[in-house]
């Protein structure tokens, strides 16, 4: 009679494995935003773009106005910070408003 020795590890898991602490990072990434500005150009009438703050961007006519002053007296102004796609329709929005006015006024958006 021939006698096999068996160990322990070759018949049960006994969990004996080093446990690695390796946490894996929740990769949820925020969408990048970008700010929607608006330049001034010695044309486009005052009203006019007060008219379009309030009807694009939903402000109010005091803060229309108080962002119309801004562009004219500084060049540009950030309108709003939205997700690309906000951002893209806004700026389209507003492009093809000011075109169909035949005013040059001009709206761009940049990531933040
Ligand atoms: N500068 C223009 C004027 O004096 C007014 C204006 C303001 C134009 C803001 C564009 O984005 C603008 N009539």
Redesign the pocket.
């Known amino acids: 009679m021939t006698f096999t020795p068996t160990y322990m590890s070759d018949k049960f898991d006994d969990d004996s494995d080093v446990s690695l602490a390796v946490k894996t990072k929740p990769k949820t990434k925020r969408p990048p935003l970008y700010k929607v500005m ?9 009203e006019f ?1 007060v008219h379009v703050l309030e009807r694009f961007f939903g402000l109010t006519n005091t803060q229309a106005f108080e962002i ?1 002053l801004t ?2 007296k500084k060049g540009l102004a950030v309108v709003g910070v939205f997700s690309h796609e906000i951002a893209e329709t806004k700026v389209s929005q507003v492009m093809e408003f000011a075109n169909r006015n035949q005013h040059p ?1 001009q709206c761009t958006m940049e990531k933040e």
């Open positions: 608006l330049l001034n150009d010695d044309y486009t009438p005052m773009v119309m562009v004219h006024l």
